[in-house]
């Protein structure tokens, strides 16, 4: 019996992997050339939305992208997700409508060939640099001043405790928020980390339904950064009793099986 799991989970992860791989390798040559020039990169996001689509259909698992918010393309939104796994961006890109803007790790530019796509079209930081952390800042008041919805994972990197307890909150997207007077919305992903696990480089897919929800906008207008505190643990907690709920529905579920 453990065999068969095991082959089965083998030829799983090697199905996923292939129909992630694929949609990338067929709509480089057209990445490629768009990416010369800055005026077509809404272009190269939209290819980069088909890619993560395409993907995530194929890994025939069920996939909900519950909206309790309505998203009004005239606006302009900071999107705070939770972090949990390496299969968030692909949802947040499956799912935010629009050319948006995500800031993500450095290391995302050192992969083959999408590193220099990724390199022109989004935002790389290196947390453990204050300059890169600053120039990242400043890459995302440009953003927004360019009128682009942004995405900012508030805890910064992937926790041992994904998808259950979350990292302490930085202060970044709450303070582009209050600065530019934007509305915040929460976003949970409670099944991204039982997918497609943080394994310390290990690659080990595992099936599951996944989904991604769109809390409510939270309004900053009239904030001042003394604010700040208050409206981040209002996130936090929203994001952290959205992943309690659907932790305890996945143990009730497995457990009356």
Known sequence: MKALKYLSHRIY???????????FVVTYPFQAVLIRKQRWYPHVHGINRFWSSSALRMFLAPLQVEWRMRFDRRKQ????????????????????????????????TKVPLWGKVYEKLYIAVDRKSAISSAKSYIQSVRTLEQGRNLVIFPEGTIPPTAGEELLAFKDGPFRLAIEKQLPVVPVTMPYNHKFLPDLDGKLKVRWHPLKIIMHEPIETKGMTLQDLPALKEQVFNIIQEELKKHNTIDVNRYTNH
Do not use: E
């Open 13 to 23: 992860t090697t199905w996923c992997v292939t129909w992630f791989m694929m949609p």
């Open 77 to 108: 939104y900071i999107f705070t997700p939770n972090h949990s796994s390496y299969l968030d961006i692909p949802l947040v890109l499956h799912a935010i409508p629009g050319f948006i803007n995500f800031v993500g790790k450095s290391s995302l």
